[in-house]
């Protein structure tokens, strides 16, 4: 599949590449201007655009997509809006015109019922907006909600659904594991899928 990532060249994403072209995929990065795709392996392929002005065409000829981005933990309230808000929507959006088979969405666990005196609040409002827009949109989607993330590349031992316990960590490497298998797995299809590692 031809699969679209934004935040290819993020902490996930670098990760993410490598995963999806071992599984046979096509790996294409949404990049900036400026950005540094020195990242990126041999064989992933780049298309510009930006998540706060997107084209309207950045979705032709694409599979899947894969929301990896984010506003990052040094943006204000108005960035977190403008990338994990609003330039989710406008990805899907532009997924939907372009009639994508599968958006895997790298959400957050507990953005249904965020702290108000937490300091992510407003990340966590953001990201459950993506998210309950992505569901109404009619496109097949995987929304993948992870624990506290670590550096770690994780063992492959995860667990997913109903078999996570309380408020475990997640690998990065096991995160991107997910990603990919999401793109294409019918078990995970339509589904808000919590994860977190085992034994990292």
Do not use: W
Request: overall charge negative.
């Amino acid at each position: 599949m031809n699969v679209l990532v934004s935040g290819a060249t993020g902490h996930t994403g670098q990760r993410l590449i490598p995963q999806l072209i071992l599984a046979g995929h096509s790996p294409i990065a949404l990049v900036r201007d400026g950005s540094d795709t020195s990242t990126l392996p041999e064989g992933c392929d780049t298309r510009k655009g930006d998540l706060t002005d997107l084209p309207a065409d950045v979705c032709e000829g694409i599979d899947a997509v894969i929301f990896a981005a984010g506003s990052g933990s040094k943006t204000g309230p108005d960035m977190t809006d403008k990338v994990d808000r609003d330039g989710a929507k406008a990805l899907i959006e532009r997924a939907k015109a372009a009639g994508v088979k599968r958006f895997v969405m790298l959400s957050a666990r507990g953005v249904d019922d965020p702290d108000p005196d937490s300091d992510l609040y407003h990340y966590a409002l953001a990201k459950k907006a993506a998210d309950e827009h992505l569901i109404a949109s009619g496109v097949p989607y995987a929304i993948i909600r992870p624990g506290a993330l670590t550096k770690d590349d994780g063992k492959r031992d995860i667990r997913l659904g109903d078999d996570v316990e309380g408020d475990g960590t997640t690998a990065r490497g096991d995160l991107a594991a997910v990603l990919a298998r999401a793109v294409d797995d019918a078990a995970l299809e339509n589904r808000i899928v919590p994860m977190e590692s085992v034994g990292i």
